[in-house]
Antibody, heavy 118, light 107 residues
Framework: QVQLVDSGGGVVQPGRSLRLSCAAS????????MHWVRQAPGKGLEWVAIIWYDGSKEYYADSVKGRFTISRDNSKNTLYLQMNSLRAEDTAVYYC???????????WGQGTLVTVSS | DIQMTQSPSTLSASVGDRVTITCRASQSISSWLAWYQQKPGKAPKLLIYDVSSLESGVPSRFSGSGSGTEFTLTISSLQPDDFATYYC?????????FGPGTKVEIK
């Protein structure tokens, strides 16, 4: 069965960096686009980024463009989100999700909490 | 970028009620519209994609319809397990956007 396990969250000071990981299993990882979606405490879902199945294309939300980088290692079935210049408003639970036709998200990780605070 | 709105933001209903949630896009999104259910502390779950296609394993009391800029999610007979928050999501021209959500509460 499809399984996505998010990790790497924690408390970080404003301006610092953090890298999230998402370990995938149960499907052919290198044939699917993958997304990151976040949810601030008590708020709705915000799409963050997508990476094509082969890593050839990436797209980002305007709110994170230039600060966050999505990447993947298909040999390790792992998705990453490098988050730089973190701000208080980046505080959220971050979910990785498997993309279907690069459009809808059919499986989600359990989420990892990132708290940006001094 | 395309903006999504949902109405109502909160809905109070009883078990057995027919419930309809509306999602509107700021411009036409063809059929690239999905619906998700999220319960507190849990990851979202895909319910419907391509406006009206039911994801495998989702009960048939859930249905979706609409086109262009206006879409609906209907629960034909609300069950105790359905009290949750529902989000629509669109894709258009390398832009992915979620609606603000509709919380379905027990009346």
């Amino acid at each position: 069965q499809v399984q996505l396990v998010d990790s790497g969250g924690g408390v970080v000071q404003p301006g610092r960096s953090l890298r999230l990981s998402c370990a995938a299993s149960g499907f052919i990882f290198n044939t699917y686009g993958m997304h990151w979606v976040r949810q601030a405490p008590g708020k709705g879902l915000e799409w963050v980024a997508i990476i094509w199945y082969d890593g050839s294309k990436e797209y980002y939300a305007d709110s994170v463009k230039g600060r966050f980088t999505i990447s993947r290692d298909n040999s390790k079935n792992t998705l990453y989100l490098q988050m730089n210049s973190l701000r208080a408003e980046d505080t959220a639970v971050y979910y990785c999700a498997k993309g279907e036709y690069n459009y809808y998200l059919d499986y989600w990780g359990q989420g990892t909490l990132v708290t940006v605070s001094s | 970028d395309i903006q999504m709105t949902q109405s109502p933001s909160t809905l109070s209903a009883s078990v057995g009620d027919r419930v309809t949630i509306t999602c509107r896009a700021s411009q036409s999104i063809s059929s690239w519209l999905a619906w998700y259910q999220q319960k507190p502390g849990k990851a979202p779950k895909l319910l419907i994609y391509d406006v009206s296609s039911l994801e495998s394993g989702v009960p048939s009391r859930f249905s979706g319809s609409g086109s262009g800029t206006e879409f609906t999610l209907t629960i034909s007979s609300l069950q105790p397990d359905d009290f949750a928050t529902y989000y629509c999501q669109q894709y258009n021209s390398y832009s992915w956007t979620f609606g603000p959500g509709t919380k379905v509460e027990i009346k």
